[in-house]
Each structure stands twice: as C-alpha cells, then as structure tokens.
C-alpha cells in the first residue's frame, strides 16, 4: 500500500517518515490478517515472511512484534529495526531519510501492543482507530510519534469511550516509551 494513498502530505524524513513507514506496514498486516482470518493473538506479525531464500537465517523482512528479530544473517546483516524509545536511533537524513525503516518498529510494535490488548481482529478496532488517525485530516505533515499517540488515544476515546480501547491504546504507546 504506498504510503502516499494514507497520508499524502506526511513527510518522509525522521519520525514523521517512520510514522508514514509503519502506518503501512499496519496495514499490510492488517491486510495479511483479514485474508487469512486470523485474530490478533493468531497472527504472527511478520511482514515478508516465506519471502527470503530458505538458506538465509530470517523469518521475514519485519517484525511487529518484535521489532529488530526479523533476520540475522551474516549475508543481510542483524535486522536494525528499533522497538522503543530507548533504543530511537536518530540517523542524518542522507541515511535512511534519517531513521524511517530503522526508526519504523517503534509505532509497528505500539500498534501491535495496542491490538494485542483490545484483542479480537485487529482490523476491526485498533485498525480503524489507526486509519482514523492516520487519514482524519488531524495529522501533520512533520508528526512525531508523540503527535501520532495522542492523535491515536484521541480517537480511541471518540469512538470507543474511555474503556479497554483507549487504556490499551495509551499502554501501548508507553510500553514503547512515547507517552
């Protein structure tokens, strides 16, 4: 899904193009999830797996699960995606468009938390909350993963109240230490 059928206007440098990097690979996943039926604890949150050579030691290109596990192999080398704050790598923007691949796992794995905890298809509630926020029009061109939690909560908490969705929501995004 390219990204710019998401959000057009989100820049693709530092954390605004890591937001517009995960909010695709959301939705890949999403789309991996509904066309195989499987709810969020069933899936297995892998984008690209069965794509790599069998000789390689990967199980696929990303994982929003555990960002940074996908592959380490000697020949592609140990997979740099970063899944918290701690861990926030903050690339020039003549490397990686400062961090969007790198810089990525940290709101894939918030999405995964935060679908993980709502429970049921993700697609049905923590996606739409993150297609809301993605496409409502609220979403500036330079977010911040702090721009995108609380844009995130927000809409949670429009459509759901403040229950299970928004507390998963919130505990996501501090689980990976943006809020």
Request: include cysteine; charge should be negative.
């Amino acid at each position: 899904m390219s990204r710019q059928i998401l959000n057009p206007q989100l820049g693709y440098f530092h954390q605004s193009g890591a937001l517009s990097e995960s909010v695709c690979d959301v939705f890949a996943s999403l789309v991996k999830q509904y066309s195989l039926g499987q709810s969020a604890d069933q899936a297995d949150w892998l984008l690209g797996a069965g794509m790599l050579a069998p000789s390689l030691k990967a199980k696929a290109l990303r994982s929003l699960a555990a960002p940074g596990t996908a592959y380490d192999d000697p020949r592609l080398g140990k997979d740099r995606q970063k899944a918290d704050m701690e861990r926030y790598f903050d690339l020039p923007l003549n490397q990686d468009n400062g961090g969007v691949h790198i810089n990525s796992g940290i709101p894939n794995r918030a999405f995964h938390l935060a679908a993980t905890a709502i429970g049921g298809n993700a697609w049905e509630k923590a996606g739409r909350i993150w297609y809301d926020a993605a496409t409502g029009g609220k979403l500036a061109a330079d977010a911040t993963f702090a721009d995108f939690a609380e844009l995130t909560a927000t809409v949670a908490e429009d459509l759901y109240g403040s229950g299970t969705e928004l507390n998963a929501v919130d505990n996501a995004w501090k689980t990976v230490g943006v809020r």
